[in-house]
């Protein structure tokens, strides 16, 4: 089992299952993503990371994010940070406890991280594999269901005015 005392590498498997997964990006978006696997998901706010890929502001790199099949920078950030943890945790065993306090993250973030990035819990998601996981973000990606953040859904209510116009 290796340290946990040092960020580990990217491992090769992870950076190719991930061009497998949503094979039709650009290049610019490739190196966005293998940037992020670098930082295990954390880059920095959107306006820096849009000034250091040459976007006038953080909305038109919303833009091109949107465009080109991906999410949201912190759900993107959030996916790359859960595969990456799920990466890691097969090939060293390591816990995402330890992951989270050597990255210098709050173990229960990361938890709940999980949680609302694939709507199960850790030890669950870490039985389904990374496999499972890299299918998800691709259809999160390609999927034509863009629901970026899963909520609850809301209970909708009729007031007395609202119904009396029906």
Known sequence: MATLLFPQPVS????V????????LSPRARTL????????GSIGCAQA????LGFRDRFAFARWLSG???????VLAGWIA????????????????????CGGRDPAACYRLVQRVTGKSWGTVRVLGLAWALSKFGACCCGANRRWIRRSPRKRTF?????ATL
């Open 82 to 101: 859960v595969l990456s943890w799920l990466d890691r945790s097969a090939r060293d065993e390591a816990a995402l406890c330890a992951m989270a306090i």
């Open 49 to 52: 990371v849009a000034t250091q």
């Open 17 to 24: 299952s991930l061009d497998t997964a949503v094979p039709t």
């Open 68 to 74: 080109q099949g991906l999410p949201p920078l912190h």
């Open 33 to 40: 993503i293998d940037g992020m696997l670098l930082h295990q």
């Open 159 to 163: 007031t007395a005015s609202v119904v």
């Open 12 to 15: 090769l498997g992870l950076r």
